[in-house]
């Protein structure tokens, strides 16, 4: 009932009935654990923003708290926009195109007040040739990277982002991307062309600069992949965020365009995952010819088996998830590198991966980082979902 009742409040400025439905649950609520779920959801500041004209219905010690969370969020988020602007000022100068992707953009663009929709980090996409000129950029304004890599080079050749940080009154994360999916299958078929060709330029009120960010189909497309793939498909934040995207470009969606681009790029699954639920639970504007077409698509059984990995990777064994990384790259040559390097990383990042009291014992991490990578995966070993090109 507790999840219930959030998604009702979340919904309630875009469906009056939703408010209606949380105002008749609120009397046998559990408080305690309304309270405890809204912020381990990271949803206190934006309950405050979308309940603010009907804080009756909460009990003082709610809304105080969630109101707390508001003032907190809003004064972060006006740090982060200046984070934001010297960093794209700054790559612009460089010559460097950038997108904004994720939480940032979507506080800017779809929601009265950014204060309402928090976010960690400052997700920023830009092209897969450009990425030295972006590091040497972010370093000049003090970024560093968040993690060592394991071996120069590893991080652009192999996945999809590196996340930077930056010193401050409060700690910068800019996460920084060239490609959108950290799977290499999808890296190989969502065309980052397209993606560049259809983004669109907001002027928000709540910035001094414009912002450039991905177009509605597009935004739709990763929105969806994005929580089914990473997050699982359950995090009411993201589906709010959905949501209000669908309210936000009902007059203007593509749906052809997004139905076309989303089997080219083996992404029909997360759309028929959640846009029937998102129409039937949050009234969401999906049409009924959509649901019906989007019903009788036929994902191909290469999505079907990436879709049901990566539902399940967070719970997976690290080597299992690095052999499936493995084996969904093309070609044995870039396999060979990936595993080499992943197999045998660096001394420094041996040392600060795994710490010993005595530093000239280092090379004994490496059977330490096998071995234990091994125990874990033997206790869940399933290679039946992995591509047949290495199962064969």
Known sequence: MTTTFLRLCLNSPRDPQALAAAQALAGGLDWAGVARQAQAASLEALLYQQLKPHDDLLPPAVAAAWQAAYRYNAQRQLYLAHQLGQALAALNAAGVPVLLLKGAALAHTLYAHPAGRPFRDLDLLIRPGQTTAAFATLRQLGYTPHHPEPHPGVTRQFENEMLWQRPGPIVTYLDLH???????????????????????????????????????????????????????????????????????????????????????????????????????????????????????????????????????????????????????????????????????????????????????????????????????????????????????
Request: proline letters at 9%; a positive charge.
């Open 178 to 392: 060239w490609q959108l999916l950290d799977s290499p299958h999808y890296q190989a078929r969502l065309d980052s062309t397209w993606l560049w060709q259809t983004a669109v330029t907001s002027t928000p009120a709540s910035l001094p600069f414009a912002l450039r960010h991905l177009g509605p189909e597009a935004q739709l497309l990763h929105l969806c992949a994005h929580l089914l793939l990473h997050h699982g498909g359950q995090e009411l934040l993201w589906r709010n965020d959905i949501a209000a995207h669908l309210y936000h470009t009902q007059a203007t969606l593509d749906w052809d365009l997004l139905l076309r681009q989303a089997a080219r790029s083996d992404l029909l699954l997360p759309l028929q995952t959640l846009l029937p639920d998102l129409a039937a639970q949050w009234a969401a504007p999906v049409p009924a010819g959509v649901l019906a077409q989007l019903a009788t698509c036929q994902p191909t059984p290469a999505e079907q088996r990436i879709f049901r990995w990566r539902r399940q990777a967070n719970a997976r064994p690290v080597l299992q998830r690095f052999w499936y990384d493995l084996a969904s790259m093309p070609g044995w040559r870039p396999r060979l590198r990936y595993a080499l390097v992943h197999l045998f990383p660096g001394r420094d990042y041996m040392r600060q991966r795994y710490p010993l009291r005595h530093p000239r014992l280092w090379p004994l991490t490496y059977p330490y980082r096998w071995l234990h990578g091994l125990f874990q995966a033997l206790s869940k070993s399933d290679l039946t979902d992995f591509p047949k090109s290495v199962r064969s």
